[in-house]
């Protein structure tokens, strides 16, 4: 299997950055149902 | 072009489907207004009877029958004409299906099986409805094996070859399917059928909900399984690259047939009988899925912004605007897309232990089915809809028709985000799911469900009026590019089956050796499973009688 991959070199800030964003809505929607928890 | 005799298969499943489709969404134009106290039912009607038929012909019956439309027009595309014999079984498949869906809707219409789609015992119903279940579940399984024997056949004559990613995905999504009926299948045969026609008296209710979670939960990925198919294979070549990546996007589905099987427990969590042991360890392997979850949002931008920098896009979302807006095969399966965010975590939220305890017997759960199986799974079906009936009946997909798809998926979305927005919301103060309208005695907590702007039944019912409309556009849109739009003799407008190109070079062979992945999964369900589920069985409590409750 060859070592050398067609992602090499491309260009996927845009990416990492829409997953990260994804990520923090996973975060905050999770963290205001536990806070409603915690409340009750 | 796929055979004639293919294409017909095909079209036969998708007219089926929407039908389902059809009397499915009118069934939930009916709810809302019942919820909102604005509509009285005759008395032959029962508010239980049309959420039953709400969620069995919409979750169930046009999900399973477009699924099998998408899977016999991918198969035969990606791996050639079906033969003889593979041909004969997925006829007779499609025909026992369609009579265990004719027989449970019946039942369903003559007022004897208004127990809810999820049909939990001791609410029971004709012994016929479970005779209609259990066929419809034989049928899909003779549809699956006919799709596998189909996949043989081309392993045989390929041999040492990796399968074209369609079917690989589909054969995953059926080996997933397999194991998951077996759930069902157990609870429906030997628990709920004798106990409806009167064979035995009592039923073991933990143990028939255990087993129909056991299904309940991978049913899910049954229906989602196929939108990632979309996702991964035809949104690429939309957006005009390759797939991403072939091994990740064989191994984001192995995973789902391993992790999203033994987590039934997540929606039993407020159920006194399971130790929490169990239902600890299921929450733990529930959020494994996260993982092949996070890989396909990860392909999905990466598709994007690749495909955008390859038109010219700088900067770091300058990509957004280089995606094929005007195209409504692509902005279809982008908004399913965009719903599923808030679904997913939402779909985490109910997982959770505690958090569980907010939302559980809440509208938040119908909101959560509503943005994840209503919109991501059903809007990327529709966006398939607009070039798979096309594709299969030769006919235009012309330019009134695209843009009425856009009218379609623009009031969908609109709909869906008002009355699942409305839902969710309700569900955090406290309104229930799965009771008709009733206000409580007055109490303010329960007249404040019907005080707020975007937070109360009357916000449903705009939103559900205007996903009423919305389906019945894409009825219109599916007749017509049945039977009415003009047939396509120009080959530019022959509508195609887009099937993006993936690199196999570098994909491991194992993942495609199925004794792993079966054996990890029952592996899996054994440590998950069977020393609650035996519990169950040894430490029975008493039985439950029958009830009917309508």
Redesign the interface.
């Known amino acids: ?2 070592k050398n ?3 090499d070199g ?6 990492l ?3 990260m964003v ?2 923090v ?2 975060v905050v ?2 963290v205001v ?2 806070m ?2 915690m409340g ?1 | 072009m796929i055979a004639l005799q293919d294409r017909k298969l095909a079209l036969w499943y998708i007219g089926v489907a929407y039908i389902a489709f059809l009397i499915g969404t009118l069934m939930g134009l009916l709810q809302v207004f019942i919820r909102n106290d604005k509509l009285q039912l005759p008395a032959w009607l029962d508010y239980y009877q049309i959420l039953t038929a709400h969620g069995v012909l919409l979750a169930l019956i046009y999900t399973t029958f477009f699924i099998f439309a998408f899977f016999v027009t991918g198969m035969s595309k990606s791996l050639g004409t079906f033969g003889p014999k593979v041909r004969l079984v997925s006829w007779i498949g499609f025909w026992v299906t369609l009579i265990g869906t004719v027989l449970a809707t019946a039942m369903i219409v003559a007022g004897e099986a208004s127990v809810l789609y999820t049909f939990y015992a001791p609410l029971k119903a004709s012994g016929w409805y479970y005779v209609g279940l259990a066929l419809f579940v034989v049928g899909t399984w003779i549809s699956s094996f006919a799709l596998i024997g189909h996949y043989r056949v081309w392993r045989k004559n390929n041999k040492g070859e990796l399968s074209p990613l369609f079917a690989f995905m589909t054969i995953t999504t059926i080996v997933l399917w397999l194991i998951a009926c077996l759930g069902v299948v157990a609870t429906v045969l030997f628990q709920y059928i004798p106990w409806a026609f009167g064979w035995t008296d009592t039923i073991n209710v933990e143990l028939s909900r255990s087993l129909f979670w056991y299904f309940g939960h991978p049913l899910v990925y049954f229906w989602l399984l196929p939108a990632y198919i979309a996702w991964y294979v035809i949104v690429p070549k939309i957006l005009g690259v390759k797939v991403f990546s072939d091994s990740l996007a064989r191994l984001a589905f192995v995973l789902f047939i391993l992790f999203s099987i033994p987590v039934g427990f997540h929606h039993q969590l407020t159920e006194p009988g399971i130790s929490n042991f169990w239902k600890f360890l299921q929450v733990v392997l529930t959020f494994m899925v996260i993982i092949p979850s996070l890989m396909t949002a990860f392909t999905m931008f990466a598709n994007f912004e690749i495909s955008g920098r390859k038109k010219g896009a700088t900067g770091l979302f300058g990509w957004f605007k280089k995606l094929p807006w005007k195209d409504v095969r692509f902005t279809s399966i982008f908004i399913a897309m965009a719903f599923f965010i808030p679904g997913g975590a939402g779909g985490i939220i109910n997982a959770s232990f505690q958090l569980n305890e907010v939302v559980h017997n809440t509208l938040w759960i119908v909101g959560h089915f509503h943005i994840t199986v209503g919109t991501p799974v059903a809007m990327t079906f529709m966006g398939l809809t607009f070039w798979l009936i096309p594709y299969l009946t030769g006919r235009k997909f012309t330019k009134s028709m695209q843009i009425l798809a856009f009218v379609q998926i623009i009031t969908w979305s609109i709909g869906m985000l008002l009355m699942s927005t409305a839902q969710h919301i309700l569900g955090l103060l406290g309104a229930p799911r799965r009771t008709a309208f009733s206000n409580y005695n007055n109490h303010p907590s329960a007249l404040e469900w019907f005080d707020g702007i975007l937070t109360s039944h009357v916000t449903m019912a705009v939103g559900g009026s205007i996903l009423f409309l919305s389906a019945m556009i894409l009825i219109y849109i599916v007749v017509m590019s049945m039977f009415l739009s003009p047939k396509a003799l120009k080959v530019e407008d022959q509508v195609e089956f887009p099937m993006a190109e993936s690199d196999k070079s570098h994909t491991p062979k194992w993942l495609e050796n199925w004794w792993i992945w079966i054996g990890i999964a029952f592996a899996l369900i054994i440590i998950a499973y069977a020393i609650p589920l035996s519990s169950m069985i040894m430490h029975a409590p008493p039985g439950s009688e029958g009830f009917k409750t309508w």
């Open positions: 299997m060859s991959n067609e992602h491309m260009d996927l800030r845009g990416t950055a829409s997953v994804v990520g809505i996973i929607m999770w149902v536990y409603m928890y009750r």
